[in-house]
């Protein structure tokens, strides 16, 4: 389906809730904060149900907090952003289910389209993206002010500034576009990567500490407990700056970040141009993009780890 579609949904509905994944980003931060800033100059009542408290610290300079739902907030249309998956969602996930009325506005490939109308647009490299184009070509309302700084974080988050190979011309002349509009976008780019807390930075021995590689220097791994960042006094979001860290060593083809959570495992998988991870990923009820994916599994460190490294070593 198409953004038009979209378009039609929103004009039929005047209570939406925007839905985020679980462990927001900067692009499902930023896209939902963008819809949401879109909705209210539509004159629609809307509210993003992501709670301020999951915000990460990181993201918390473009984060409004008159954005939440309330809660025993009513809402007549859920629209789920950045989100592969029905059981992704940050919450609402029953409501969503049985609902007739809901769309989903994504740009994983992974996405089977759980929506009722949905727009998955496999070729953008943020959600920021697809929010942009539903603002400027299909309502015709460019973005300025508090619009453009959400649109601009998402596609700066997801496109690592640019660089990732998923970024196309298009995406340079949307951000040159919101440059023009008045974004600052060295200050969003410095709260993005290159501001860090004194914690952030005495973590990082403990964790590389860690890094271990595989199949002749052609995958390498990191792991993150719990246990060493409440010994901290850390949340998870804090120390996912170093996600790519493993996939920047030379030679190094794929990148692993283990993350040991209570009862789970979360698995972060990057890599370059000769692996895509997303099919990984999706062996095992993940989802992602080719060069970016993620998986959960419940099941011990051990185990997660040997099933990952079994199936890349079919994969190389």
Excluded at 23 to 31: A, E, R
Excluded at 157 to 162: M, N, P, V
Excluded at 253 to 271: A, N, P, Q, T
Aim: hydrophobic share 40%; net charge negative; proline share 2%.
């Amino acid at each position: 389906m198409s953004l038009i579609e979209i378009k039609d949904f929103i004009e039929k509905h005047d209570n939406i809730a925007v839905i985020g994944h679980v462990n927001p980003d900067g692009d499902c931060i930023g896209s939902c904060l963008g819809l949401w800033y879109l909705l209210k100059s539509l004159g629609k009542n809307a509210a993003v149900c992501i709670k301020t408290d999951d915000v990460p610290h990181h993201l918390r300079f473009i984060w409004n907090p008159l954005a939440e739902a309330q809660e025993g907030q009513v809402f007549d249309a859920y629209i789920s952003v950045d989100c592969a998956t029905l059981d992704r969602l940050c919450c609402l996930n029953d409501v969503f289910a049985k609902s007739e009325h809901t769309a989903c506005i994504d740009h994983h490939r992974t996405n089977s389209g759980f929506a009722t109308v949905n727009a998955v647009i496999p070729t953008a490299p943020a959600a920021g993206e697809i929010i942009y184009s539903l603002a400027a070509d299909v309502f015709g309302i460019k973005p300025t002010g508090e619009l453009a700084d959400a649109i601009y974080t998402a596609i700066v988050s997801d496109t690592g500034g640019f660089k990732y190979s998923s970024t196309t011309s298009y995406t340079m002349r949307v951000g040159a576009d919101l440059l023009d509009a008045g974004v600052n976008g060295t200050a969003i780019f410095k709260n993005l990567f290159d501001t860090y807390t004194k914690k952030q930075i005495d973590i990082v021995g403990d964790i590389t500490s860690t890094l271990t590689t595989y199949f002749d220097g052609k995958v390498a791994s990191i792991t993150v407990t719990d246990e060493l960042l409440e010994s901290k006094g850390m949340r998870f979001d804090e120390i996912d700056f170093i996600t790519n860290l493993p996939r920047s060593i030379e030679g190094v083809e794929v990148g692993v970040y283990f993350k040991k959570k209570s009862d789970e495992i979360r698995v972060s998988l990057r890599s370059g141009e000769s692996v895509d991870v997303s099919l990984i990923a999706a062996h095992f009820g993940g989802g992602g993009h080719a060069r970016a994916a993620g998986i959960t599994f419940k099941c011990g460190l051990e185990e997660a780890k040997k099933l990952i490294l079994d199936k890349l070593a079919e994969v190389l």
